[in-house]
């Protein structure tokens, strides 16, 4: 009778990356198969989304093992620009705009008016 050894298989830590970007999964080469959770059968995945990935290798004497990694996609804070200052009388109005970038759109915006409390002379 003989006994083959598992196959050793490591898809590495968790790994967090920007939305937008890409991480490349790899399972490692000299196996006979890899079966990826996505349905592929490479030994490497690009992912662009979060979630568990796994992948089960078989070496060339049928023997299988698996690794699971969770990735998790990082949403950056976005770029706020606001219109340029503006000079305003007592009881005056004064219109503002504002646009962002560098994050996942929609964005939301919340306007805080609060109080004017320093005066110029």
Partial sequence: MLVYSLPQVSLGSDISFIA????????GQGFSTYLWSTGASSQTIVVNQAGSFSVTVTN???CSASDM???TVL???????VSDDATICLNGS????VSASGAVPPY???WSTGLLTRILQ
């Fill in 60 to 62: 060339q004497y049928g």
């Fill in 75 to 81: 949403f950056p804070d976005p770029v706020v620009i």
């Fill in 20 to 27: 937008g970007n890409t991480v490349t999964l790899d399972a």
């Fill in 94 to 97: 004064v219109s503002l705009s």
């Fill in 108 to 110: 939301h915006y919340l």
């Fill in 69 to 71: 990694i969770i990735l």
